[in-house]
Nanobody, 117 residues
Framework: QVQLVESGGGLVQPGGSLRLSCVASGSIVSINTMGWYRQAPGKQRELVASITSGGSTNYADSVKGRFTISRDNAKNTVYLQMNSLKPEDTAVFYC???????????WGQGTQVTVSS
Protein backbone atom coordinates (compact mmCIF):
# COMPACT_ATOMS: atom_id res chain seq x y z
CA GLN A 1 0.00 0.00 0.00
CA VAL A 2 3.01 2.27 0.49
CA GLN A 3 5.88 2.56 -1.94
CA LEU A 4 9.12 4.49 -1.79
CA VAL A 5 10.83 5.26 -5.09
CA GLU A 6 14.38 6.61 -5.21
CA SER A 7 16.01 8.45 -8.07
CA GLY A 8 19.16 10.42 -8.76
CA GLY A 9 21.85 7.79 -8.43
CA GLY A 10 24.57 7.33 -10.98
CA LEU A 11 28.27 7.51 -11.73
CA VAL A 12 30.25 10.52 -10.57
CA GLN A 13 33.93 11.37 -10.23
CA PRO A 14 35.52 11.97 -6.83
CA GLY A 15 34.73 15.46 -5.62
CA GLY A 16 31.50 15.56 -7.57
CA SER A 17 27.92 15.88 -6.40
CA LEU A 18 24.67 14.00 -6.67
CA ARG A 19 21.19 14.66 -5.36
CA LEU A 20 19.01 11.71 -4.42
CA SER A 21 15.23 11.93 -4.18
CA CYS A 22 12.72 9.59 -2.63
CA VAL A 23 8.97 9.91 -3.08
CA ALA A 24 6.50 8.08 -0.86
CA SER A 25 3.13 7.17 -2.34
CA GLY A 26 0.10 5.11 -1.43
CA SER A 27 -2.11 5.02 1.63
CA ILE A 28 -0.16 7.48 3.72
CA VAL A 29 -1.63 9.02 6.83
CA SER A 30 1.53 10.67 8.08
CA ILE A 31 5.26 10.35 7.65
CA ASN A 32 7.46 10.53 10.69
CA THR A 33 11.20 10.08 10.35
CA MET A 34 12.66 9.60 6.87
CA GLY A 35 16.21 8.70 6.08
CA TRP A 36 18.85 7.26 3.83
CA TYR A 37 20.85 4.10 4.34
CA ARG A 38 23.60 2.70 2.17
CA GLN A 39 25.18 -0.69 1.67
CA ALA A 40 28.41 -1.43 -0.12
CA PRO A 41 29.34 -4.95 -1.28
CA GLY A 42 30.61 -7.00 1.63
CA LYS A 43 29.59 -4.41 4.19
CA GLN A 44 26.64 -3.98 6.52
CA ARG A 45 23.90 -1.53 5.76
CA GLU A 46 24.48 1.73 7.59
CA LEU A 47 22.47 4.81 8.36
CA VAL A 48 23.66 7.81 6.37
CA ALA A 49 21.23 10.52 7.43
CA SER A 50 17.77 10.93 8.88
CA ILE A 51 15.29 13.74 9.33
CA THR A 52 12.23 13.97 11.55
CA SER A 53 8.89 15.44 10.58
CA GLY A 54 9.94 18.55 12.49
CA GLY A 55 13.17 18.91 10.55
CA SER A 56 15.71 17.63 13.06
CA THR A 57 18.59 15.91 11.30
CA ASN A 58 21.18 13.29 12.12
CA TYR A 59 24.23 12.25 10.09
CA ALA A 60 26.79 9.52 10.11
CA ASP A 61 30.22 10.82 11.05
CA SER A 62 31.58 9.75 7.66
CA VAL A 63 29.26 12.11 5.75
CA LYS A 64 28.82 14.99 8.15
CA GLY A 65 29.71 18.26 6.49
CA ARG A 66 29.39 16.80 2.99
CA PHE A 67 25.80 15.52 2.82
CA THR A 68 22.58 17.38 3.54
CA ILE A 69 19.21 15.75 4.08
CA SER A 70 15.98 17.66 3.58
CA ARG A 71 12.30 16.96 3.02
CA ASP A 72 9.20 18.40 1.43
CA ASN A 73 6.28 17.26 3.53
CA ALA A 74 3.69 18.44 1.00
CA LYS A 75 5.26 16.18 -1.63
CA ASN A 76 6.07 13.27 0.71
CA THR A 77 9.63 13.53 -0.53
CA VAL A 78 13.03 13.33 1.10
CA TYR A 79 16.26 14.45 -0.53
CA LEU A 80 19.93 13.79 0.02
CA GLN A 81 22.35 16.32 -1.40
CA MET A 82 25.78 14.71 -1.61
CA ASN A 83 28.82 16.91 -2.18
CA SER A 84 32.55 16.19 -2.19
CA LEU A 85 31.87 12.56 -2.96
CA LYS A 86 34.56 10.01 -2.22
CA PRO A 87 35.14 6.52 -3.66
CA GLU A 88 34.22 5.06 -0.27
CA ASP A 89 30.73 6.53 -0.70
CA THR A 90 30.08 3.98 -3.43
CA ALA A 91 27.07 1.90 -2.41
CA VAL A 92 23.43 1.18 -3.01
CA PHE A 93 21.47 3.90 -1.26
CA TYR A 94 18.10 3.00 0.22
CA CYS A 95 15.33 5.34 1.25
CA UNK A 96 13.55 4.62 4.51
CA UNK A 97 10.37 6.06 5.94
CA UNK A 98 8.57 5.55 9.22
CA UNK A 99 4.89 6.01 8.40
CA UNK A 100 1.63 6.07 10.31
CA UNK A 101 0.15 6.88 13.67
CA UNK A 102 1.04 3.29 14.55
CA UNK A 103 4.36 3.60 12.77
CA UNK A 104 5.71 1.03 10.34
CA UNK A 105 8.94 1.06 8.40
CA UNK A 106 9.12 1.06 4.62
CA TRP A 107 12.07 0.73 2.25
CA GLY A 108 12.74 1.83 -1.27
CA GLN A 109 14.24 -0.42 -3.92
CA GLY A 110 17.63 1.26 -3.79
CA THR A 111 19.63 3.38 -6.20
CA GLN A 112 23.26 2.79 -7.12
CA VAL A 113 25.81 5.51 -6.40
CA THR A 114 29.26 4.93 -7.85
CA VAL A 115 32.14 7.33 -7.19
CA SER A 116 35.08 6.55 -9.42
CA SER A 117 37.62 8.27 -11.63
Amino acid sequence: QVQLVESGGGLVQPGGSLRLSCVASGSIVSINTMGWYRQAPGKQRELVASITSGGSTNYADSVKGRFTISRDNAKNTVYLQMNSLKPEDTAVFYCYANIGLWPRGYWGQGTQVTVSS
